[in-house]
């Protein structure tokens, strides 16, 4: 899906006119019901579908399935149609600044950070107020042409929430992560405080997106990492893609068997 429709510049583009939204449908059950009610029946690993402004889904093709390839045929198809579909639905001018794109919370964020190959930036305090403030800090520059598509964000009440974490000097504040290559830890490589982020988080989005570097990965070379490090994801509620599931038990048990 990511390498031969959404990478492409053209779709890249085209979805700069949408709200993008990956679900986590096996964290939530209120996010499983959603993707649920979009394929019409159990969530599998992948679902895709575009919906106008009032939550009614797009019919195009066969209508929304598992990927892109159900509604358009390669990536410049998808973003013409994506840019037809745009076009039905003018957008509104406003002067607020969007909400920050965060994920479900900062254990997912680590994972999801370390699948897309970005660094995570987490946001911690325990005052509602403070973290707001924080977050649209943040949401300034995470919608800045220099930073858009660098970073996972995620807001949270304490690192403790962040597996296998290291790293850290302070408990609350700003924090740029580098999550390991499952996502199952990561390491503090910035932290700013609420009075340094007014001076200093400019320089340092653009220090640790420049410092970045991407690792490729494929499946085989995961699987066979993640048995010899004893790696097994748990997700909050049960996977109900049969597929997945009889992959992740088969891998369970190998995993089981490496541990004797």
């Known amino acids: 899906m990511d390498r031969s429709f959404l990478s492409?510049?053209?779709?890249?583009?085209?979805?700069?006119?949408?709200?993008?939204?990956?679900?986590?449908?096996?964290e939530s059950e209120s996010e499983k019901a959603f993707v649920a009610k979009l394929v019409n029946g159990e969530p599998a690993n992948t679902a895709f579908a575009i919906?106008?402004?009032?939550?009614?889904?797009?019919?195009?093709?066969?209508?929304?399935?598992?990927?892109?390839?159900?509604?358009?045929?390669?990536a410049d198809d998808m973003a013409k149609g994506m840019d037809a579909i745009a076009a039905k639905y003018p957008q509104k001018k406003t002067d607020s600044v969007p909400a920050l794109p965060i994920t479900l919370n900062a254990?997912?964020?680590?994972?999801?950070?370390?699948?897309?190959?970005?660094p995570l930036v987490v946001i911690v305090a325990k005052d509602n107020l403070l973290k707001k403030k924080w977050e649209g800090a943040v949401a300034e520059l995470a919608w800045n042409k220099d930073f858009s598509?660098?970073?996972?964000?995620?807001v949270a009440n304490s690192l403790k929430e962040i597996p296998k974490l290291t790293g850290q000097t302070i408990n609350e504040g700003i924090f740029?992560?580098?999550?390991?290559?499952?996502?199952?830890?990561?390491?503090?490589?910035?932290?700013?405080?609420?009075?340094?982020?007014?001076?200093q988080l400019v320089p340092a989005m653009r220090q640790i997106r420049n410092a970045h570097v991407q690792t490729p990965k494929n499946r085989r070379q995961l699987a066979n990492m993640g048995l010899n490090e004893g790696i097994f994801y748990e997700t909050a509620i049960p996977v109900s893609g049969k597929d997945e599931a009889a992959d992740r038990e088969r891998y369970k048990k190998r995993l089981?068997?490496?541990?004797?």
């Not at 580098?178 to 007014?198: R, Y």
């Not at 089981?256 to 004797?260: A, F």
Request: aromatic share 8%; net charge positive; charged share 25%.
């Open 51 to 74: 919906l106008s402004p009032d939550g009614v889904r797009e019919v195009r093709g066969r209508g929304p399935g598992r990927g892109p390839r159900d509604l358009f045929s390669n």
């Open 176 to 199: 740029f992560i580098e999550p390991d290559v499952f996502g199952s830890g990561g390491k503090v490589v910035q932290e700013l405080t609420g009075d340094q982020a007014d001076k």
């Open 8 to 26: 492409q510049k053209s779709v890249i583009i085209a979805a700069q006119k949408f709200v993008c939204i990956r679900l986590t449908s096996y």
């Open 256 to 260: 089981d068997m490496n541990k004797k």
């Open 149 to 154: 598509g660098y970073f996972t964000y995620a």
């Open 107 to 118: 254990k997912v964020g680590l994972a999801v950070a370390a699948g897309d190959l970005q």
